[in-house]
């Protein structure tokens, strides 16, 4: 997840050291005769607030006041933070070699929102950072008055905290209290994937963006666990999580199905809450069967359910296999997939998406062909 601000960058962080005191007057003096002037201010104040909030990690660790917990947590951030540029080639800066203690859970919380028959999502535009599918607020009070005015006009709405974002290298982005809250390697995941957000960034294109740094982010953990000599991830957790997520975009395909259908607006309706009905009948189906009763997403699957909750998972989640793909053509080399990435980047949006669309195609058409190979070898597939 990124936020950004209005501001020209004069090198790595040393722009932000210089305004730090003067960003509510910019913003303001930028943004007056907008009509979204509230909405500006308070991020201008919140990113403020939290750049005032900053210490530098290698003075905590110092301190010998420094909690004890927390010295751990940043010592393994910092482990992190060096390997994210050394072995996978992501930004060399001073972001996440800061801290900040925000006294809260998330430091933003986002607002998703759709039409009521439509998974097209609300978007907002932004200088700079282009259009993204949520807003973003310091303050959950705040979020929530967004998200019932939405629900006043016949919008779908979500709202769901975030632990990280990134400025996509504009200031000298810290680490925060919500982060270290996760373990060790929730941790050092964060790090990669908002450190990907500013190896690359493309305007208007938030599915490209997050399943990037998604990407980067579970490959990033894989070779993290690796170099310490770690065991990879438990195969059972991992397909857990695969499933969880193919279940939500298959129900995400068939609602686009109903909607785009000759169903009128009733019938779409019932149509709709028929598939949520579904969706948490598989689900039943999935955890009471092959996971063995593991409940780990029964609290977000027996939430309210609308098409905005849905959103984030076709967001952060829809390229990740593409990008695998273009990573496995290239062989594990990180620079010359942040230049395949960069090519796919400078390509009209149509084409990056029939490119993506390829890359995917390609690496089912692989593991098809791997499988047959393996049967015939075996003598079970005909000659």
Same mark, same amino acid.
């Given at each position: ?6 501001? !020209? ?6 722009? @932000? ?33 939290? %750049? ?9 660790? =110092? @301190? ?5 917990? %927390? ?20 930004? $060399? ?7 900040? $203690? ?65 400025? %996509?290298?504009?200031?000298? $982005? ?8 996760? +373990? ?20 208007? @294109? ?11 982010? !579970? !490959? +990033?953990?894989?070779?993290?666990? =690796? ?27 068939? %609602? ?15 149509? &709709? ?40 998972? +076709?967001?952060?989640? !829809? ?13 594990? @080399? ?18 990056? &998406? ?24 075996? +003598?079970?597939?005909?000659?």
């Amino acid at each position: 997840m990124f936020r950004i601000f209005l501001f !020209q960058r004069s090198g790595p962080g040393a722009l @932000d050291r210089v305004l730090t005191a003067f960003v509510p007057v910019l913003a303001a003096l930028l943004l007056s005769g907008c009509s979204s002037v509230s909405y500006y201010s308070q991020l201008a104040e919140g990113q403020w607030q939290l %750049l005032r909030a900053r210490q530098p990690v290698e003075r905590l660790l =110092a @301190d010998p006041a420094t909690e004890p917990t %927390l010295r751990q947590r940043l010592l393994h951030a910092e482990q992190a933070r060096v390997f994210a540029s050394e072995q996978l080639k992501l930004p $060399d800066n001073r972001s996440y070699r800061v801290y900040a $203690d925000l006294g809260r859970p998330y430091v933003v919380w986002n607002v998703f929102a759709t039409p009521e028959l439509s998974l097209q999502p609300v978007t907002h535009c932004f200088p700079i950072a282009g259009c993204v599918a949520y807003r973003g607020y310091y303050r959950q009070g705040a979020a929530r008055g967004a998200a019932a005015l939405m629900r006043q006009q016949g919008m779908d709405v979500y709202v769901g905290g975030v632990e990280a974002y990134s400025t %996509l290298g504009w200031f000298d $982005d810290p680490l925060l209290s919500s982060m270290v809250g996760w +373990g060790d390697e929730r941790l050092a995941s964060l790090i990669f994937h908002e450190l990907a957000h500013q190896r690359f960034y493309v305007q208007d @294109d938030t599915e490209f963006n997050e399943s990037f740094a998604t990407f980067v982010e !579970q !490959q +990033g953990t894989r070779q993290w666990r =690796a170099s310490r000599g770690l065991p990879a991830v438990a195969e059972g957790a991992g397909r857990q999580r695969e499933q969880f997520i193919g279940l939500v975009l298959a129900s995400r395909e068939r %609602l686009q199905e109903i909607y785009a259908g000759p169903l009128n607006d009733a019938g779409k309706r019932a149509a &709709k809450q028929a598939e949520f009905e579904r969706l948490r009948r598989e689900y039943r189906q999935l955890r009471d069967g092959a996971w063995a009763g593991d409940g780990r997403y029964d609290a977000w699957m027996y939430a309210p359910m609308n098409n905005a909750k849905l959103l984030p998972f +076709g967001l952060y989640d !829809q390229w990740v296999p593409a990008f695998a793909a273009l990573f496995a053509e290239v062989g594990g @080399d990180w620079a010359r997939f942040y230049q395949r990435v960069e090519q796919l980047g400078r390509m009209p949006a149509d084409r990056r &998406k029939a490119a993506l669309a390829a890359l995917i195609a390609g690496q089912a058409r692989s593991h098809a062909i791997d499988a047959f190979e393996g049967l015939r070898g075996s +003598g079970l597939a005909p000659r």
